[in-house]
């Protein structure tokens, strides 16, 4: 498999609330991990740098080489995270209410988990069609889901920015997971709403069939999400699946 990422503060916001990190555990698997501190909550970037690095680091220790060991390792380690940020919020005042989504992938060969709790999404190009793997946990998505707005009413929603689902802020934190079987030449997209808001999925599709490398299609699609405007932080990582799909943990 290959990987690329970037993260940029687009064209408003005064830092950087996203982060986003690549690990490899001690038997080869791959573990992707993209996350947006709550936008307008002190402390987002604390919340968001805390999920990553510290997700992360546990992968690290672990030995493990089967999807479904992975993905309860995954639901427990998010749990456990989410009160490690609670903690950290009530311990400093000016962390108070500090949160983060989350959109994460475990690479076993030829099967992926895929996690996500908050609006940060992931996305599946597969031969020459774009799929929206990931759900929204906000509240313009639920309005959607019982027909009282249109998807198109949703991209400009005055309360767009309500997350109804976060790590961090609730003792609770559900995390959405699915395993997807991967096929040679598959494309997987996480990124945060600061892409999302910015292009169309028709934008993202043409910018992830460009025969250019994942580097470039990186810094094609936070170039464009930033000359639509930039409101938000942008951050995207890709994951291509070569030709022929390796045996997890090789």
Known sequence: MNFSYKSDIGQVRQRNEDYVGLFKNQAGIRFAVVADGLGGHRGGDVASEMAVSHL??????????DPHVGAKWLEQQ???????????ANQFS??????????????????????????????????KKLFQLTEDHSLVNELVKRGQISSEEARHHPQKNIITRTLGVS???????????????????LCTDGLTNMLEDSQLLKILQN????????????????????????TVLTAAIQDKVEVAGK
């Open 78 to 88: 998010v749990k456990q995270e989410n009160q490690l940020i609670l903690q950290r």
């Open 56 to 65: 992360g680091y546990q992968f690290e220790t672990t030995k493990f080489t």
């Open 94 to 127: 000016d962390l108070s209410g500090m949160g983060t989504t989350l959109v994460c992938a475990l690479f076993f060969g030829k099967q992926a988990v895929l996690a996500n709790i908050g609006d940060s999404r992931g996305y599946l190009l597969r031969d």
């Open 171 to 189: 003792d609770e934190a559900v995390l959405d997971q699915q395993l997807i079987e991967l096929q040679a030449g598959d494309l997987l997209l």
């Open 211 to 234: 025969p250019v490398s994942l580097a470039d299609k990186c810094e094609i699609l936070i170039r464009q999400a930033n000359a639509a405007g930039g409101k938000d932080n942008i």
